[in-house]
């Protein structure tokens, strides 16, 4: 059992099909495997042993690819960092995984783990390689391939190291076995419905779990088209030129694509699905998308921990309007259940913590033996997610546990209120935040992007929480901004918004 096993498997069976497509450029089944037994063997020659750590700091590129891939075949574990992590976090992490041999992408700054780190081998992706690194393409044409028999995981052993986003301290790493990726790779390929034909854009960063898009095209025998910037007009070339058929879209991709095809007539007539899932998405634009693309959508409710989606809201699903607000249902191989404070379940339609039990679900946190056991009860993972189940069985969440607002005794979910800001006609899109209040314990804040030509202004947003959602439920201040601060996953980032906001009072 392999990362490579897909890949593998189609490039017996159609070593010529397009693999994978970046910056213009097309490779076949078969040069891709090339490219990972070259990876593969340059790394056997080096002083790795089966479950080493191999670190992966990079963007999205074929070489990401080929890393990732060739690591697993020597038995190597790829730690994967998220590009936008400064030096500092990565040298933490390499100490803290005890890393043997880093990966770094174009144009990532190297100097302090060069000085920290004299015994690491350092392989810079790019043609400007700093002193302290090696270039990957010496590095791989360094030993011609050899033939060996690639590693063989057991189903328990840890396949990838995988972090969470870690906003307020260092990132955790997730624990996530060969088998939770071969069973999630499988049951997502099912679920989702993916067949050979498939040309899936991929704008994600691969660190994220989105990342196992390249094991279900590969599984499939589909095309991966990569790519290099997550911009409305580069991904309407891209998809106009290879017709993709599968995206994964965040609300504001969705809007500015929409927007581009409105200005410019570009072709995405081959675009059938969208899907969604790191963020809420209005039924009123998922409308718009269907009449404007004529595309399906499919949305997944899942987490780092989980290795990708638990719950989905089928296209079936999404012709009912009623069904919009919701996350969906169980996938094969997974439980979802609500639970109270006190541990026990709730009935239908009661507000709890929505705990999953999944296949797929991670080892534990590294080194974080006291966290693992906290959020793994039973075999029950505590997503710390507030929703409740309704009478149909459809998953509704309502935000995060540690972010609800507690004002003056009342629950304010964050996502409710933005949900209702991102009504207003003019408003583009709205998050919402709880910070402290000498009065009334916390209060929210809400931060509004909207059209240039819009008048909207501050007692308008108050004034509309308030006679929607009452009184208690309204923001007390509002910012209005160009753009809302994103992550490299495309979720909002709560502790730029906190900066702004403590920027402000100052």
Known sequence: MKLADGLLNSARREPGKTAMVFNGKEYSYSQVKDGVYAVA????????KPGDN????????????????????????????NARWSESVICDLIEQGNVRILFVGPNLPISAIVSKFPHIQIIVIGDEVPNGAQGY????????????????????????????????????????????????????????????????????????????????????GGTLVISKTAHADEIAQLIERYHVTRAALVPILMKELLNHKEKTGVDLSSLRLISYGSTHVDSELLARCAEVIGCGFYQAYGMTESAGPVTALTPEDHADASLLETA????????????????????????????????????????????????????????????????????????RKDGMIISGGENIFPQELADCIGRMNGVVEADVIGVDDRKWGQCPIAFVVKNPESDIDERDVI???????????????????????????????????????LAAQR
Not at 473 to 501: A, C, M, Q, W
């Open 41 to 48: 063997s340059a790394l056997n020659q080096t002083s790795l």
């Open 54 to 81: 191999v670190g992966l700091w990079s963007g999205n590129c074929p070489e990401y690819v080929e890393v990732l891939l060739g690591a697993s075949l020597v038995g190597a574990v790829p730690e994967l960092y």
């Open 137 to 220: 393409g010496p590095f791989v044409a360094s030993v011609p391939q050899s033939h060996f028999s690639p590693y063989e995981f057991g189903p328990c052993d840890t396949a990838l190291h995988m972090f969470t986003s870690g906003t307020t301290s260092t990132p955790k790493c997730v624990l996530t076995s060969c088998g939770a990726v071969a069973m999630q790779t499988l049951i997502s390929s099912s679920s989702e419905r993916w067949s050979s034909s498939e040309v899936c854009l991929c704008c994600f960063p691969f660190f994220h779990v989105s990342g196992f898009s390249i094991y279900k095209v590969f599984l499939n």
């Open 328 to 399: 969906g249902k169980p996938i094969f191989g997974a439980d979802v259940k609500i639970v109270s404070e006190d541990g026990f379940e709730c009935p239908v339609g009661t507000t709890g913590e929505i705990v999953l039990r999944a296949y797929t679900t991670m080892r534990g946190y590294r080194d974080r033996d006291a966290l693992t056991k906290e959020v793994l009860v039973d075999g029950w993972y505590h997503t710390r997610d507030c929703g409740y189940i309704d009478q149909r069985g459809y998953l509704h969440v309502e935000g």
């Open 463 to 501: 004034g509309q929480c308030a006679s929607r959602l009452g009184r208690f439920k309204k923001p007390r201040k509002v910012y209005f901004l160009d753009e809302l601060p994103r992550g490299g996953t495309g979720k909002v980032s709560e502790s730029e918004l906190r900066n702004i906001h």
